[in-house]
């Protein structure tokens, strides 16, 4: 009876302590349940039958300045690499977006927004036509089918389809395109200009989302060929590489082009004296028209700028292969104060991202002053024609940072803006410290975590980066987009896996998914199969969850009651977000330990202790010493005697 007895004492004694222990394995197990095809591997690489489809654009359009009104035909030579048959295809039809009755117009705040646009017509089509003939095709909002006469052969089948279309071009368009008058005329800035195709892939077939304003876009990839014809002394500079200079600049101007090409230096083209000479030479003359063509190749998408008000200059970009490209601002004189160190930011975010991530594959990178206040797309940025110092190195680089997320690695920005957006929050930061010398490194915001963890992990409205971005409350986007995944990097580089193993990896995928469309899971798989680590506790707690971290010293005693034999400290995790602890510990014979202990040292509880190799009383020991993880409570971070 009394063993028996003593058995029920000692098995009450392991069920209480047992009670203690909060069991972490859920928060370790794999996020997704991923079963690796032929088109995508586990290794998150694509797979050996990896496919997508291809669009190759030919576009003539006009740029009515009179009317403010675009006239185009764009020739869409599609290519169908799927395994599957395709009975119909499916374009987006993004200026339908600013009609009075589009669905983003009914999703927008009542009281206005950033995404909100001018009320415009949308798209007016004139005809369309496949392989020559009269297509039967349903627009629906900012999508258009079109049915084709037969389904298109799978692995390799072609078809061409022909649009003629026109749009006003709206004043203010959602922040990603417009037009804003200065004094010498008006300046516009061309996005989302011609009928492009959906995207087909072996995720979710036909990818049809609206287009609502806060989500972006998701494109093909395909060469361009496209020319823009404008009133006489309207400049048009657009994605790509100009094909005929000799036609649409002076002999001055072109001596200009050709020496900046060759120069570090920003050399100017069109200075502001000559944009006042040559409007006033066209108040005298006949005005004519002129037409620029530009070739953009393997790219998912064009815009270009065109005003009559614009100062033009350029420099040489250096690119680590000895291959050269041309940074170009163009601006109005109003913007001049800030703007004339423009091409020397573009240089400078374009050279940084080509030697530390991947090199730059366009012929140009153009900047343009304007109504929109930061837009990017392939080659090309719009930024807000007011900003100077600070300001515009931070847009300026954070546009040009896009071309490499998603301009290169062409993820779906209507569903996942994060893995564009958070991206690039995250090598923003790097380049911002680099650039002359650290001359705007008190900019870069996410040297401020710390400050914003409170906002971020307590906030009553708080949502995970996960949420597609037409969903976010409006102002949790930044949030949610930008600042925690740009973060969340931060953390995988400087804290969980130290920057070789983060930056081969990182430098993996792009190579990896470089014009490709990469999903989430392909992104966790790649940078877990590089750098050797299980992150799913990761990528759960911060991109699925809105978990805070809290860890806290508790309690310090010494080996046998002896400070020559070391310490056992005593922590806790007290909220719900696992991290590795990184410790300063502080000897009273002057010694300082920085120590980190793994993740897994939370596997089988929210408590842990930990033998410290010290040899003297300890005066200090601080959890998170550069307060680089965003604790919500860093006064428990420390313990002192």
Not at 77 to 97: E, G, R
Not at 281 to 306: C, I, P, Q, S
Not at 497 to 506: K, T
């Amino acid at each position: 009876m009394r063993r028996l007895t003593a058995l029920f004492v000692l098995m009450a004694l392991h069920l209480a302590a047992w009670a203690q222990i909060k069991n972490q394995q859920p928060k370790f197990d794999k996020l997704f349940d991923f079963r690796a095809t032929p088109y995508r591997s586990a290794s998150g690489f694509p797979g050996p039958e990896y496919w997508q489809n291809r669009a190759d654009y030919r576009i003539e359009a006009e740029l009515l300045t009179d009317k403010h009104r675009l006239e185009g035909k764009v020739t869409i030579d599609y290519t169908n690499n799927s395994p599957d048959a395709l009975p119909f295809v499916w374009l987006q039809l993004d200026q339908n977006k600013f009609k009075a009755d589009s669905r983003g117009t009914a999703t927008m705040p009542v009281e206005g927004g950033r995404h909100i646009g001018s009320i415009t017509n949308g798209y007016e089509l004139k005809s369309v036509k496949v392989n020559g003939k009269e297509a039967q095709y349903i627009v629906s909002d900012t999508r258009m089918r079109i049915d084709l006469a037969a389904p298109l052969a799978p692995k390799g089948g072609k078809t061409t389809i022909t649009i003629e279309y026109a749009f006003d071009i709206p004043e203010y368009g959602a922040d990603r395109m417009g037009r804003k008058q200065f004094e010498h005329g008006w300046v516009y800035e061309m996005a989302q200009w011609y009928p492009r195709m959906c995207v087909y892939d072996d995720i979710s077939g036909w990818n049809v989302e609206p287009y609502l304003g806060a989500g972006e876009f998701y494109l093909e990839y395909g060469d361009f060929d496209y020319k823009i014809t404008v009133p006489a002394g309207v400049v048009v500079i657009g994605s790509g590489e100009l094909q005929n200079p000799k036609e649409v600049y002076s002999a001055e101007e072109l001596k200009a082009w050709e020496k900046a090409q060759n120069s570090d230096k920003t050399v100017t083209i069109i200075s502001a004296k000559d944009v006042e000479k040559k409007i006033k030479m066209l108040e005298r003359a006949r005005r004519g028209k002129v037409t620029w063509h530009y070739v953009m190749k393997n790219a998912r998408d064009v815009a270009f700028g065109a005003s009559q008000a614009f100062i033009v200059d350029a420099a040489r970009i250096n690119l680590p292969s000895g291959r050269k490209a041309l940074a170009i601002s163009c601006y109005p004189h109003e913007s001049m104060k800030g703007w004339q160190r423009s091409t020397e930011y573009t240089k400078a975010s374009i050279e940084h991202y080509s030697t530390m991530w991947y090199e730059y594959p366009y012929p140009t990178a153009v900047n343009v002053a304007g109504i929109v206040a930061g837009m990017e797309y392939p080659g090309v940025s719009f930024c807000k024609w007011s900003d100077e110092g600070d300001d515009l190195w931070g847009v300026t680089d954070h546009e040009f940072g896009h071309n490499w997320f998603p301009m290169i690695v062409g993820n779906n920005e209507r569903l996942y803006p994060w893995m564009d957006e958070g991206f690039n929050t995250f090598i923003n930061h790097y380049s911002t410290i680099a650039f002359n010398n650290g001359e705007y490194k008190q900019s870069d915001y996410l040297q401020y975590a710390s400050r914003l963890a409170g906002y971020i992990f307590l906030s009553p409205n708080r949502e995970p980066i996960a949420t597609y971005p037409d969903v976010v409350d409006d102002s949790n986007l930044g949030i949610t987009a930008y600042f925690k995944p740009g973060y969340g990097l931060f953390l995988l580089r400087e804290v969980i896996l130290g920057p070789e193993r983060f930056d081969r990896a990182f430098r993996a995928y792009i190579n990896a998914w470089a014009y490709k469309h990469p999903t989430p899971i392909d992104f966790f798989n790649t940078i877990e199969n590089v750098a050797g680590e299980e992150l799913d506790w990761f990528w759960r707690g911060w991109f699925y969850e809105t978990w805070a971290l809290d860890q806290a010293v508790s309690k310090v005693k010494y080996v046998d009651d002896d400070p020559a034999k070391g310490a056992i400290v005593a922590l806790e995790n007290k909220g719900e977000l696992l991290m590795p602890v990184v410790m300063e510990v502080k000897e009273e014979n002057g010694k300082v330990h920085r120590l980190q202990f793994s993740v897994e040292i939370w596997m089988k509880g929210n408590t842990k202790e930990l033998r410290l190799p010290t040899t003297s009383r300890i005066s200090a020991i601080t959890l998170d010493p550069d307060k680089l993880m965003m604790d919500i409570n860093y006064g428990n971070n420390t313990w002192t005697p």
